[in-house]
């Protein structure tokens, strides 16, 4: 399965239901009092951590996700059903950012264990029934409100793989090759630099009981930490792993080696700092190769830690498998650190800005009034007067006439336009 580490999609959270105009019916009684039932609620739309999902290539074919609307509201008082709500899965590791309408982006959740689960899209509220609105001097009301639309945002998502160990190197070092050895994984192997371009996950058995999972982290060069062979795609990828494999290409000589692990160490350190701090095992590979064995043993001399291994003899292979497990089990969890959540703005429920176009339109922005606009039916008398009584109530009136609306101006509410009179 091709690996997909970042995805966009757009998500609409189900409208509600409209609520009705409706009067009780008895015998005897032609017309009773109002009995207008409510409209549902919408669907919402979730995201939710799966651990069956290891990738995002689901989103490349399908990219729009809609919930559900709610019924509209029914006589006797009945109220509409209420819409399911939607729930997209993505895998464990998944970091969701949110653009609605208007609005800048903003991180949301980091979903880093399954079951993790955040809201992109909240439904709409079903509309009110006219059995809301009897008074004792309005006792058949004829309003109704619509339901309220559903959010709709467009939405962000960035798979930051979780592996216990993270093994990288320079290309051709033999990355994939290790893997192909001491997991399932197949990942494409060839004898020339980039043949991996998207990171590979597999699962090391170390014993019947215990596993850890590893991914070979595609070649990395001078300059990823700025998106030198998209190096600054594949950098994050290796903040959540316990332990690090860094593995030189035994056939370079020594000098080539030691400026191979001075580059991944300053690239490591240029993109995160910490990641120089977690625990890393050096290894040499392909032992096999003439002179690689020598260069070993030079190189054993600077680092006594040094490894080596060959994945063609297998040669050092389980002792490394071994050696990386005990660091792992040793090793503290690692810190991932996340955007910090969108500052949230508290303002006035009430309050409202209006603001002049070039063209001479009046737009009105609000969080009440744009609700208000949205769930009101135009197409009744009734509800068009308890509109117009709510905006001056709310000071919308004083604050045209003060900005200078005159008889005919356009005045805009959302996606409703009037005509100022």
Not at 128 to 147: E, K, W
Not at 196 to 224: C, H, N
Request: proline fraction near 6%; hydrophobic fraction near 40%.
């Amino acid at each position: 399965m091709q690996f997909i580490d970042e995805a966009t999609v757009t998500v609409a959270a189900g409208n509600g239901g409209d609520g009705i105009v409706a009067w009780r019916r008895e015998k005897y009684i032609p017309k009773g009092g109002p009995a207008g039932g409510d409209g549902g609620a919408g669907g919402s739309v979730y995201i939710e951590a799966t651990p069956e999902l290891s990738t995002l290539v689901e989103f490349r074919y399908k990219r729009q996700f809609h919930a559900e609307a709610g019924k509209a509201g029914g006589q006797s008082n009945k109220s509409g059903r209420s819409a399911h709500d939607l729930t997209i899965p993505v895998p464990v590791g998944t970091i969701v950012y949110r653009t609605l309408e208007g609005k800048s982006e903003a991180f949301l959740a980091d979903l880093a264990h399954p079951g993790d689960r955040i809201m992109v899209a909240k439904g709409g509220k079903g509309g009110l029934g006219n059995q809301h609105f009897a008074t004792s001097t309005r006792q058949a009301p004829r309003i109704a409100y619509n339901g309220e639309p559903g959010e709709r945002a467009s939405v962000r998502l960035e798979l930051r793989l979780l592996a216990d160990c993270g093994v990288i190197g320079v290309p051709n070092a033999g990355k994939s090759t290790l893997l192909s050895v001491v997991t399932a994984a197949r990942p494409k192997i060839a004898d020339y630099p980039f043949t991996t371009i998207e990171p590979q996950l597999g699962v090391v058995r170390v014993s019947d009981e215990e596993s850890f999972l590893m991914v070979d982290v595609p070649g990395l060069i001078e300059g990823a930490h700025e998106g030198a062979g998209l190096g600054d795609q594949f950098l994050k990828h290796v903040e959540r792993t316990r332990a690090l494999v860094h593995l030189l290409d035994g056939a370079k000589p020594l000098e080539e080696m030691l400026h191979d692990k001075s580059t991944i160490e300053r690239e490591l350190g240029a993109w995160n700092p910490k990641l120089l701090d977690k625990p890393a095992l050096l290894v040499v590979s392909k032992l096999d190769l003439p002179d690689a064995r020598e260069r070993f043993e030079e190189l054993r001399l600077q680092y006594p830690e040094v490894r080596g291994i060959s994945s063609a003899t297998q040669e050092g292979v389980q002792e490394l498998v071994y050696a990386v497990w005990q660091t792992i089990k040793d090793a503290p969890m690692p810190e991932v650190v996340t955007p910090p959540p969108a500052d949230i703005e508290l303002v006035p429920r009430d309050a409202f800005a209006i603001t002049r176009e070039s063209d001479g339109t009046f737009v009105i922005a609000g969080e009440r009034i744009e609700r208000l606009a949205a769930v009101t039916n135009f197409d009744s008398d009734e509800a068009l007067a308890r509109f117009e009584r709510a905006l001056a109530k709310m000071g919308v009136e004083k604050k045209l006439r003060e900005l200078g609306a005159a008889e005919g101006d356009t005045v805009r509410i959302g996606h409703y336009e009037f005509t100022y009179s």
